[in-house]
Structures are given as structure tokens and as C-alpha cells.
């Protein structure tokens, strides 16, 4: 029996924008029972997506992202309609309908992670907490621009006993910027930890919640949780934990 997903203009709107998160960062997507967790293309990142509140359940692998993008915006303000089939799904309004053949999985860039799979990659406990830091939107906003800016895609969490400051500096260190301080550290220590700035230059709605666990020595996790609307977008990394500079 073939699976159908009815979306009005609002919701249809929230899905691309959802989608458009991953146009410059993975090749492909691949939604697995409404969820969506794959890597991103640099291999930097995790990025999970619940999209139940728009797409239900059903199974939607899209590849050549930024191409079939171009294509899905052509039904913007429109309701559209999502059927799925045994070997491809539908995509149609009430005037225009698009049929896509699902790829082979095994041969797509990005591949869905189950959550046993990300249970194993990142082992998050509380007692292994080092910060825990809500970063309002308007410094998330800041950390994009600036770290564009700088030509960087990473940015410093500096340790400084009982605190942390988030800051950046550009290759040659003749320019930089502090973004937070007086971060209180759970678990004080000194030294540094580079960051991707994926989860700051991702589209999102209000603050990041931003959690580091230290899982093994020098090794840390980062887990970065925003949302669009409805939407839960969690991003996970992994950095070193260096000494002083």
C-alpha cells in the first residue's frame, strides 16, 4: 500500500527550509521513518532532523540535494503532496506532479544513521559533562558572519579554570573576535578546543543549546540542539582537547 503525505503551502515551506540546512554541508539526503541523521560531507558533523510534524513516517532518500531543491521550489505556496511507492515517490501540486526513482542506497554520499549507530559514535554522559551554554541567536548570528568573514570554519572555546570563552581569530592571527565569556565550566581545566562552525551557519530559529562532554582523555563530544519552528536539529562533533597555547 502506497504511503501518502499531504503538506499545506506553511508546512511545505517549513520542509524546504529544512532541506535548504543541508544544501552547501551533505551531497544527499536520506530520511529514514520522518528522521533524518547522516553525516555531512567533510565527515565533521552528525546532523539529526525530526521531520515527523511535517512528513510523518515515511522513507525519502533525495540525492543531488542542491539539484532536486531547484526543482521542489517550484511548488512554494502551493499544498503539495508527497506519495510514496514501492521504487520511487510523487511530488505534486494540484496542477504539476514530478516522479523521482529512489537511488541505491548503498551508493548515495550521505547515509542514514540509525540511533543505535550514534548511541556507539557519541556516549553522552552527565557525569562527563565539561559545559553546559545556551548561545542566543543574535551571537549564533555573529559567530556566521564573523567566521565567514575571517575565511574560517572553525571557531575556540578557550578554557580558563572555572570558565570558558568562545572566540575566533582569523589564519594570521591579525584579526579576531570574542564571542562569549564567563562560561561556567562544569568540570574546570585550561587549554583550548576547535569547533566547527556548521551548527552556526545553519538556518535555525532561536538559541543554541550547546553541551561538551569529555569522553576519553583529551577527546571531547559537542552536542548543539536548535530548532526551525517545529523542527529538533541536534548537531554532533568531536574535538581535541589541546593545552595552552
Known sequence: ????????????????????????ICNDVDIRDGFLRQRSNDNASIIQMDLTSIIDT???????LKKKLDLLKCFNGQ???????NDSYII??????????????????????DENELNNLFILNDEDLILSTTIPYNISDRIRVITQGFDVNSIKVMFEGNTATIKADTQARDQSAKFMNDIILEDPRNGYSNLVTTPFIIDHDGTIDFKMYNVHESICANKFSTAIKDVEIVVYGRSTINEDE
Do not use: A, G, H, W
Not at 11 to 17: C, D, G, P, T
Not at 79 to 85: A, C, G, H, K, N
Open 92 to 113: 505534486s501540486d494540484n496542477v504539476t506532479s514530478i516522479k523521482i526513482s529512489n537511488p541505491k542506497l548503498e551508493y548515495i554520499d550521505n547515509k542514514f544513521i
Open 79 to 85: 499544498e503539495v503532496q508527497i506519495e510514496i511507492l
Open 1 to 24: 500500500m502506497n504511503k501518502v503525505v499531504n503538506m499545506d503551502s506553511v508546512k511545505f515551506e517549513e520542509f524546504l527550509r529544512c532541506l535548504f540546512v543541508l544544501k552547501d
Open 58 to 64: 515515511i522513507n525519502l532518500p533525495i540525492t543531488s
